[in-house]
Nanobody, 126 residues
């Protein structure tokens, strides 16, 4: 059974940066894409970013392009989300998820991911 544990969230001010981490244990995420999603209070969970298993291909939702960077260290079974220039609208619970394949056909579709972490809270004050 794969376990994903997110960390790195917190309370910051607009314009600040945070780096989220997602560590896998139990099983690796070998050969699978890894993604980040977020869910704000009262809203649906939404896709943020995804990174492929080996090619380094990435994809971001438009609202975070140029501000967020997803990366992974396969040797450490860890995926990261560097978040810069944070805005109040980035406030949400952030989840990492393992893809069902090396890169999802539909990057934002939740059915493309099979394991999810419990989330880490990011709160950005104005």
């Amino acid at each position: 059974q794969l376990q994903l544990v997110e960390s790195g969230g917190g309370l910051v001010q607009a314009g600040d940066s945070l780096r989220l981490s997602c560590a896998a244990s139990g099983r690796t995420f070998s050969s699978r894409a890894m993604g980040w999603f977020r869910q704000a209070p009262g809203k649906e969970r939404e896709f943020v970013a995804v990174i492929s298993w080996s090619t380094g291909n990435t994809y971001y939702t438009n609202s975070v392009k140029g501000r967020f960077t997803i990366s992974r260290d396969n040797a450490k079974n860890t995926v990261y989300l560097q978040m810069n220039s944070l805005k109040p609208e980035d406030t949400a619970l952030y989840y990492c998820a393992r893809g069902r394949s090396a890169f999802p056909t539909v990057v934002g579709a939740r059915h493309e991911y099979d394991y999810w972490g419990q989330g880490t809270q990011v709160t950005v004050s104005s």
